[in-house]
């Protein structure tokens, strides 16, 4: 793997761990709250959705870690599959909650993705 894609593979798995942090524990926090626009009701009613919705993320950033450190061609086949996975649920975060998500999640895992398949 390239050093470019290995990079981007890793920068994918930190990006969902923060997720997974923000949603899992940080839920209810002011200045999260403020990023997301929701108020502290919204935020106590809706923080077990949350904490779940952060638990995927940790699963999609440890299938990356997995493809990261795993030699080829498991590795390969898990960064791809992984990288894919972001993607389209970054599409799917994009067309039904907000357009940040395509820039956030769509754009360096799909940039992830090329890079993999081309240093393949």
């Known amino acids: 793997m390239s050093i470019a894609a290995a ?3 890793w920068l994918n798995a930190c990006v969902h761990l923060l997720i997974m942090g923000v949603e899992m524990f940080l839920w209810t926090v002011p200045r999260v709250r403020g990023s997301f626009g929701t108020t502290a009701e919204f935020a106590e009613r809706t923080k077990t959705l949350a904490a779940n919705q ?3 993320n940790g699963f999609l950033a440890a299938g990356l870690i997995w493809g990261a450190l795993a030699s080829d061609p498991v590795g390969f086949q898990a960064r791809v599959f992984f990288l894919a996975c972001v993607a389209l649920a970054g599409l799917y975060g994009a067309a039904t909650s907000s357009r940040k998500i395509l820039f ?3 754009v360096p895992a799909a940039a992830g993705l090329a890079l993999v398949l ?3």
Request: glycine fraction near 8%; proline fraction near 0%.
């Open 118 to 120: 081309l240093a393949h």
């Open 7 to 9: 990079v981007l593979v």
């Open 104 to 106: 956030v999640q769509t």
């Open 54 to 56: 952060g638990l995927y």
